[in-house]
């Protein structure tokens, strides 16, 4: 097999995004399998064929069943609402598809355990979007901290605040809504838990509190015109405890005005500390403890050529990547994984266990407890999971 023929569910943002990195991966990357933009799938068959035409796709079709069990589709690209990732998984896994699903994988972590022992049953190749550890500064800092630079992990504080829903007139849509979006500010928060999982490891224990702060919004999606109950968190924030010994906060919000992106982490650690801003997504801060107290203090360190990916797509320092190369990276990783008959990383078996961290909090927030996650986070010792 040289080429990798993809078909994709959905085009809203996230659809246009990763529409973006299957054409722009080959150009950027030398891939093993050529990826080709072979079916999309929509709604009703006029706006599969319009969107098929502007995306650049050979074929269309408005059921995504069609899709799933087409004999000439190699990938099945899952770019839903939250409610259908499980259903197009499952089917494409049951055609022996590789599926690459947006995030949260499964609307609980039941269903993503489910998913993640059919991959595997099957032996097909899964990926999770979790883009922004695709970050070449994500890369670096990882490097970092396995040379040593800033010794041994002490915490890691991560968040991710936005102001989508800090207006009380904005009706929410879907993701208000428990049988739609499964969570609510957790269904961003897994964002950060993929990188506190890369770079400082397992979680093993933790205690959390959930909020809904608008408990109403007006005109819900189709079928809830009237004030509609919201029915998941609107901000939630963590204290986690890692199996390196490390302890940790994580925080997320859909209702913090003036936050447009605001995914953060820092690392602290027994020699240094390690920054980054999502919203300058280009900079690491970097403290090292070894400096003379003279010269004490952050220096920026500003991404370039001689960082990881970074060269593929520009040979100067300082022009600056943004969202959707990041969603580049996420696909070469996935090809290259695919041809080499490995995992992804991440992969279902990770959006399970990242699902299953989110769980644990809506566990210890609803019996206002410390929880335990077993060996990789598979599942809430002492709890449902729910």
Known sequence: ?????????????????HALAWRNAATLFPLPLQPVALLLAEQDAALAATRAAELGFVRSTGNWRELVADPEVDVVDICTPNDMHYPMAMAA??????VYCEKPLGLNVAQSREMAAAAASAGV?????FNYAKNPIAALARQMIQQGEIGRLLHFRGTHTEDYLADPNRSGGWRILRERAGMGALGDLCHIVSLALLLAGDIEEL????QVVIPTRPA????????????????AHALVRFASGA???LECSRV??????????????????LVFDQECQNELHYFAASDPPARQGFRRILLGPEHPDYAAFCPAPGHGLGFNEQKVIEVRDFVEAIAQRRAAWPDFDVGRDIDAVLAAMEVSSRERRWVKLEPGADRPANGDGA
Do not use: Y
Request: proline share 3%; net charge neutral; with cysteine.
């Open 1 to 17: 097999m040289t080429q990798l023929r993809v078909g994709m569910i959905g085009t809203g943002f996230m659809g246009k995004a």
């Open 93 to 98: 896994i049951a055609h022996g598809k590789h």
């Open 125 to 129: 190749r899964t990926m999770v979007g």
């Open 207 to 210: 205690c959390a509190d959930l």
């Open 220 to 235: 819900g999606p189709v079928g809830r015109e009237a004030p509609t109950q919201v029915e998941n968190e609107d901000q």
């Open 247 to 249: 302890i940790g906060t």
């Open 256 to 273: 913090a005005w003036g936050r447009k992106n605001g995914l953060t982490w820092e690392i602290n650690g027994s020699e240094g500390s």
